[in-house]
Nanobody
């Protein structure tokens, strides 16, 4: 069992930066991946970036070049540095851990999310 708690969301003007944090507890050492997702109003949840246990990081198009995912050494904290924020980045941001074999995503465990609002 893994528990995830996100923090660091807030309101920022376009062009600004935010750093999201995800505190992981429980058996995070057994997780094969951790990831950041977001869900904007009226849209489906989308993966932004994930990190695999072997250290590989994968970024989706909407995050590439502006967002950076990084864990601490033991994966008890996961961060998402977000730069050059745009109004379309407004969403609830979620932390996830471990693979859901049925769904085929890094999303067996989920946090409750943190709101990010970007104004123009």
């Amino acid at each position: 069992e893994v528990q995830l708690v996100e923090s660091g969301g807030g309101s920022v003007q376009a062009g600004g930066s935010l750093r999201l944090s995800c505190a992981a507890s429980g058996n995070i050492g057994g997780s094969s991946c951790m990831a950041w997702y977001r869900q904007a109003p009226g849209r489906e949840r989308e993966e932004l970036a994930r990190i695999e246990r072997d250290g590989r990081t994968i970024y989706q198009a909407s995050a590439k070049g502006r967002f950076t995912i990084s864990p601490d050494n033991d994966w008890h904290s996961l961060y998402l540095q977000m730069d050059s924020l745009k109004p379309e980045d407004t969403a609830i941001y979620y932390c996830a851990a471990d693979y859901d074999g049925h769904a085929g995503i890094c999303g067996y465990y989920w946090g409750r999310g943190t709101q990010v609002s970007v104004s123009s």
